[in-house]
């Protein structure tokens, strides 16, 4: 029980000590273009997206597979956002939705959830209506 137990934690120490410092010191893309799948008809306009704008945030703030999935920072990947064309109002629901990812209002790891979390919390907060990031 203790071997193993020591095992554990210098296997915990050894993680905390090259790993995560590495996943911290990693540089985000500098601006880029969100828009929809390919095959997907967008109803608006891509999204212009800021990294720089955001870098105060941890990347798992929006990345929240990161943990699980180090090596994948794209949404839109088989077992994450991937149903892009639901056929039912319960897939339109569904967190596996993409339009979801950025738009699902209960959570904070969507841009809409985020920002509308830190308008009811009083802080400066990004855009809440379609046309602020969508514009025409």
Known sequence: MRK???V????SALVCAFVLPNLS???APGDMVLKAPEGVKAR???VEFSHDAHSALDCESCHHMLAENPDNYNCMTEGCHDLFNPTSVEEKKD???????FHDRRSEHSCLGCHMAKKKA???????????C???
């Open 122 to 132: 009083g802080e400066t907060t990004g855009p809440l209506a379609c046309t602020q």
């Open 95 to 101: 967190i596996a939705y993409f339009y979801n990812a």
């Open 25 to 27: 010191a990693m540089e």
């Open 134 to 136: 969508h514009p025409k």
């Open 4 to 6: 193993s137990l020591f």
């Open 8 to 11: 554990a934690l210098v296997c």
């Open 44 to 46: 608006f306009s891509p």
